[in-house]
């Protein structure tokens, strides 16, 4: 069963506190970008490796758990591959990412827990270091749909999507 896209407009997150999930993206120092990404990831993994990411949807708007911790590492991902084109290129129009469609194409419900923990624990290592590294935070990036962004928003947009969805769960 398809679950009804989100439609929202996320950007904002970026600059004010999330209600639903208490995140403020604004108060992210840029150095902790690193550490918040892998202290997030580790609270995932710990989720996924403990049994609480069941396949069980609460509602037929809502993933379950399962599917929420396998579109946080497909994220994490995603990530990192527009962090890389953000340093890399000048001003990069990112591919569009359909996340729901991406849900029922790469059967999140079907996937198995420990092997999305080890994909996360290890791809969000990589995002870690390459945030680490980043010495031009105001290089810019597009989202297909025109939102724009410097590394340093991109960064906090980021990091609210993984806390987000651990409040989704009830992590």
């Not at 679950?3 to 950007?11: L, V």
């Not at 069941?54 to 396998?70: G, N």
């Not at 059967?107 to 870690?128: G, I, N, S």
Request: aromatic share 10%; with cysteine; hydrophobic share 40%.
């Amino acid at each position: 069963m398809a679950i009804a896209p989100d439609t929202k407009d996320w950007t904002w997150v970026v600059e004010t506190r999330c209600d639903e999930c208490g995140t403020d993206p604004a108060g992210f120092a840029r150095e902790d970008v690193p550490r918040l990404l892998r202290e997030t990831a580790a609270r995932w993994v710990a989720f996924l490796r403990d049994g609480r990411a069941t396949t069980v949807r609460p509602d037929d708007r809502t993933w379950a758990p399962l599917e929420y911790a396998v579109h946080v590492r497909d994220v994490v991902r995603l990530y990192d591959e527009r962090l890389r084109l953000m340093l890399e290129t000048d001003n990069p129009l990112y591919p569009n990412w359909d996340q729901d469609a991406s849900a029922v194409a790469d059967r999140y419900l079907e996937q198995d827990p420990a092997e999305v923990a080890d994909d996360l624990e290890r791809e969000a290592e990589v995002l870690a270091r390459r945030f680490a590294a980043v010495t031009d935070w105001d290089r810019p990036g597009r989202r297909s749909d025109g939102a724009r962004f410097t590394v340093d928003s991109f960064a906090r947009y980021f990091l609210h999507d993984p806390l987000h969805h651990l409040h989704d769960v009830g992590a």
